[in-house]
């Protein structure tokens, strides 16, 4: 998976968001506030499902 996480540019601050990062057919999604806590692993027919569900 591609390390580099990138979060929106519509985040009105920079830290109340989340970041994502998708490489090697999974993508990946953490807290901007609480990075030490680890982030979700994602397939991608379950990211498009994530994707769909916060619109």
Known sequence: ?????????????????????YG????GMRDTKHRDAGDLTFGPSEWVAALAAQK
Not at 3 to 19: F, H, R
Not at 24 to 27: D, P, S, T
């Open 24 to 27: 090697g057919g999974a993508a």
């Open 1 to 21: 998976m591609n390390e580099t996480w990138k979060k929106s540019a519509y985040s009105p601050n920079g830290s109340d968001c989340v970041e994502c990062r």
